[in-house]
């Protein structure tokens, strides 16, 4: 493989699993990431995440492309307006993005974070 690709192998990336606080969420949850990259210089980590139902409020202090490999999530915005999203589905939620992020189902999805 070229040096300067990066694949992406939940096999050999490092896995994190957390449990999120409970004062954010409506059901305390776990999640897996495996961070395939990241240029902490650069502010940017990119990798797999995955969990199971739940809803989360966030405010975001950064970018985040995700491209939803299996399951539905929801986003809705502090006006209310939502927007669902599922397998294939690519988008961004941009920095300043205040609302709630909800898993309709299990979720696994690629994620790229820019701070």
């Not at 059901?27 to 395939?36: D, L, Q």
């Not at 502090?78 to 299990?106: C, I, K, M």
């Amino acid at each position: 493989m070229p040096a300067y690709v990066i694949a992406f192998d939940t096999a050999t990336a490092p896995r994190k699993t957390v449990t999120d606080d409970p004062a954010a969420v409506d059901t305390p949850y776990t999640s897996k990431s495996w961070r395939c990259f990241e240029a902490t210089e650069k502010g940017a980590i990119s990798g797999i995440w995955e969990a199971g139902p739940h809803l989360e409020r966030c405010t975001c202090d950064y970018d985040e492309m995700c491209h939803i490999l299996e399951g539905q999530v929801r986003l809705t915005d502090a006006d209310g307006q939502s927007q669902e999203f599922g397998p294939g589905d690519s988008f961004v939620v941009a920095a300043g993005f205040s609302g709630t992020w909800e898993n309709l189902t299990h979720v696994r999805k690629v994620f790229f974070i820019l701070s």
